[in-house]
């Protein structure tokens, strides 16, 4: 699970969820004139609060939570995690309202069996989590505020060319017990000549038909960092349409190619694939 990639959205459902968790503990029901002494049940003991509240609430968003940190979300029946655990959350809420307006449910149908109790500050704080949870689930693919990254990306690097060993690494030049390039066998390299060609020769002129028309060079491509501002799939590179990861917002990737409008961009565990929708990408 990658926790840059998760936003300031998912952190108030965390937050949120760990206030549904500690009003699970405080007293869900209240009465006028009861003695100090007296101890009034927890969400631990109803039932009802507990699953259609408590666990509700939890659980969803435990999965709004993992499904944005993964890198590919998994489905079920067509729908995949996060969708699951925001219905759980507003499910949460529901019920947690519903207690609110009738926190001794059918005990109000028999005579003074529910006559002065109220809901307690347990229930109360319960229905402000779940209100929340069930908010910030909804809105955080709405509103571009909370799809901010919840932890700052770290300052990337200066790029370097792809494939290039970092400094004292293993094989850079220089570094211990790396083999220095030695010059091919009958001769030594030219200046400006790729390591591993044969030495020039010299040849004879020989007159040319039609000079070549300069061609003027084509712009070189400087490998660089850069960040989505949202999930953003990655392709395969020969042209499917399968996506085979998803890039997400908060972490740095690599640019090693440019394809017309789309960049050839490297995941850091190596995979790489074509980047189509480049709006919006912050460089490093």
Avoid: H
Avoid at 50 to 56: D, I, K
């Amino acid at each position: 699970m990658n926790i840059r990639s998760l936003t300031r959205g998912d952190g108030v459902v965390i937050g949120a969820a760990v206030l549904l968790f500690i009003a699970s503990f405080l007293d869900i029901y209240s009465a006028d004139g009861a003695p100090d002494s007296y101890d009034f049940p927890n969400a631990w003991g109803s039932a009802p609060v507990l699953m259609g509240v408590v666990l509700a609430g939890v659980i969803g968003a435990a999965l709004v939570v993992v499904s944005r940190g993964l890198p590919q979300v998994p489905k079920v029946a067509g729908l995949d995690l996060g969708q699951f655990g925001v219905a759980f959350t507003v499910f949460a809420a529901w019920s947690a309202l519903g207690n609110i307006f009738d926190p001794t449910s059918a005990l109000d149908n028999m005579e003074g069996a529910g006559d002065g109790i109220d809901a307690g500050i347990g229930l109360i704080l319960a229905l402000v989590a779940t209100l929340l949870l069930a908010a910030a689930a909804v809105a955080t693919p709405l509103v571009p505020a909370l799809q901010a990254g919840l932890v700052p990306a770290p300052k990337p690097a200066a790029p370097q060319p792809y494939g290039a060993q970092q400094p004292g690494g293993y094989g850079y030049p220089g570094a211990p017990g790396a083999q220095q390039p030695q010059p091919p066998y009958g001769g030594q390299p030219q200046p400006g000549q790729p390591f591993g060609a044969q030495p020039q020769q010299p040849q004879q002129a020989q007159p040319q038909p039609q000079q070549a028309q300069a061609q003027p060079p084509a712009p070189e491509f400087s490998p660089f960092w850069f960040a989505v501002p949202v999930p953003r799939p990655l392709f395969a590179e020969d042209g499917s349409q399968a996506p085979i990861a998803e890039l997400a917002p908060g972490t740095w990737y690599l640019a090693v190619e440019q394809r017309g409008g789309a960049l050839v961009a490297q995941t850091q565990d190596g995979r790489r694939g074509v980047l189509q929708d480049t709006s919006g990408i912050q460089r490093g």
